[in-house]
């Protein structure tokens, strides 16, 4: 198994652009949720989905998209970046809920010019 | 709503030295609390699951207790390593906290020779 991996790694934008961070599990898990983690702030939850086709926000959701279309793929979507928006992104998933195990993947380390 | 609080911030050690990380919360509603270790530049591994019913789980060299009513959960290390190096998070699935792990802001650990 892979386990949770995320694409890219390293990513810079300009302000403005858009972009979506990727990540996948092979797992088969049904809970999988996208967290950013910034000094002095911890890691804060953006969205969650608790299976495919059911998505929900969490603490900091604005400025970001998700959609789950297979149980496998979660997708971020940066709309509008912004300079608040740098940070490194994590995506963890679990085998049904947030009070499982969580796996995380590796991370994105995202800077916004 | 939930606050977690790790403490202390930093802890360097000597190489086989027991030591205690400690994490308090200030709603004892909760499913069940987790300890992560983070390695720089990487994501979360999870450590010790520990449920709302138990008062400690073991894995190796590693302890996790939890004690709810005085919201207090404690990871003891055992015989210490330098490969314990890392930063250790604990985080809450909490009854009014739907959806998501509140996390502490960790205690980076250094375990010299």
């Known amino acids: 198994n892979a386990g949770v991996t995320q694409t890219p790694k390293f990513q810079v934008l300009k302000t403005g652009q858009s972009m979506t961070l990727q990540c996948a599990q092979d797992?088969?898990?049904?809970?999988m949720s996208w967290y950013r983690q910034d000094p002095g702030m911890g890691l804060r939850l953006i969205h969650y989905s608790v299976g495919a086709g059911i998505t929900d926000q969490g603490e900091v959701p604005n400025g970001y998209n998700v959609s789950r279309s297979t149980t496998e793929d979660f997708p971020l979507r940066l709309l509008s970046a912004a300079p608040s928006q740098t940070s490194v992104y994590f995506c963890a998933s679990s085998y049904s809920d947030w009070t499982d195990t969580q796996y995380f993947g590796p991370g994105t380390r995202l800077t916004v010019l | 709503k939930q606050e977690v609080t790790q403490i202390p911030a930093a802890l360097s050690v000597p190489e086989g030295e027991n030591l205690v990380l400690n994490c308090s919360f200030t709603d004892s509603a909760i499913y069940n609390l987790q300890w992560f270790r983070q390695d720089p530049g990487k994501g979360l591994t999870s450590l010790l699951l520990i449920q709302s019913s138990q008062r400690e789980q073991t894995s190796g060299r590693l302890n996790a207790s939890l004690d709810k009513s005085s919201g207090r959960s404690t990871l003891y290390i055992a015989a210490s390593q330098p490969g314990d190096s890392a930063t250790y998070l604990c985080a809450l699935a909490g009854g009014t906290s739907y959806g998501k792990l509140t996390f502490g802001q960790g205690t980076i650990l250094t375990v010299h020779p």
């Open positions: 797992m088969n898990h049904e809970y």
